[in-house]
């Protein structure tokens, strides 16, 4: 409850201006089924995010809208878990789904979270949905993103998502897994490198 999180429709609002400015997209988080609305209003997708991922009655709204859903596995989720989510939202019409590995809670000292890596191919065996790996909350430190990205890459996920900043030790939120804008560029320049290697070989 002490951390910062986010600005509410006012930070929608800077969103949306980015996105008339730059022709971004935006994928913002719905945390519960009463900001949806508001969230359909400035936003290109819908983020579930992790907490919310067995948020049943969310799950059956975002299901009824018209965007994308970006559905982030839990941090205790088995795969079969996390594909019944999926399920809730399609049940309700809507099979526009990405989900994103983003990370499971571990002994593990090293890191914020671990991220099963393993979980790319083997979703992408059993589900026709596009899966993409959460590299900054898979590890919650900067130095590990880029290794974790391409290896994410080199496992079949179908994107990344990267957070970045301009000064991460400024950052209001998730500062500590934020790459500096140079080192994003350098992250993009070697998964593409990766990502064609492997479309080369028909993987």
Same mark, same amino acid.
């Given at each position: 409850?002490?951390?910062?999180?986010?600005?509410?429709?006012?930070?929608?609002?800077?969103?949306?201006?980015? &996105?008339?400015?730059?022709?971004?997209?935006?994928?913002?988080?719905?945390?519960?089924?009463?900001?949806?609305?508001?969230?359909?209003?400035?936003?290109?997708?819908?983020?579930?995010?992790?907490?919310?991922?067995?948020?049943?009655?969310?799950?059956?709204?975002?299901?009824?809208?018209?965007?994308?859903?970006?559905?982030?596995?839990?941090?205790?989720?088995?795969?079969?878990?996390?594909?019944?989510?999926?399920?809730?939202?399609?049940?309700?019409?809507?099979?526009?789904?990405?989900?994103?590995?983003?990370?499971? &809670?571990?002994?593990?000292?090293?890191?914020?979270?671990?991220?099963?890596?393993?979980?790319?191919?083997?979703?992408?065996?059993?589900?026709?949905?596009?899966?993409?790996?959460?590299?900054?909350?898979?590890?919650?430190?900067?130095?590990?993103?880029?290794?974790?990205?391409?290896?994410?890459?080199?496992?079949?996920?179908?994107?990344?998502?990267?957070?970045?900043?301009?000064?991460?030790?400024?950052?209001?939120?998730?500062?500590?897994?934020?790459?500096?804008?140079?080192?994003?560029?350098?992250?993009?320049?070697?998964?593409?490198?990766?990502?064609?290697?492997?479309?080369?070989?028909?993987?």
């Amino acid at each position: 409850p002490y951390a910062f999180s986010g600005l509410g429709e006012a930070g929608l609002k800077i969103l949306a201006d980015i &996105r008339k400015e730059f022709g971004l997209k935006i994928v913002s988080e719905a945390l519960d089924e009463a900001n949806v609305d508001l969230v359909e209003k400035y936003s290109d997708m819908i983020q579930v995010g992790a907490r919310n991922m067995q948020n049943f009655t969310l799950l059956r709204r975002v299901g009824r809208s018209k965007l994308p859903v970006l559905l982030k596995r839990g941090m205790a989720a088995t795969l079969e878990e996390w594909l019944l989510a999926a399920e809730y939202v399609m049940a309700e019409g809507n099979y526009n789904i990405v989900l994103c590995e983003r990370g499971v &809670r571990t002994f593990a000292q090293h890191t914020r979270n671990t991220l099963d890596l393993a979980a790319v191919p083997a979703v992408r065996k059993i589900s026709h949905l596009p899966v993409i790996v959460d590299a900054a909350h898979g590890t919650g430190r900067a130095y590990m993103v880029t290794p974790l990205a391409r290896a994410g890459i080199a496992v079949g996920a179908d994107g990344l998502m990267i957070e970045v900043h301009g000064k991460p030790d400024e950052a209001l939120s998730d500062g500590a897994q934020s790459l500096m804008f140079d080192e994003y560029e350098q992250m993009v320049r070697e998964v593409r490198q990766i990502h064609d290697v492997i479309s080369r070989n028909g993987v």
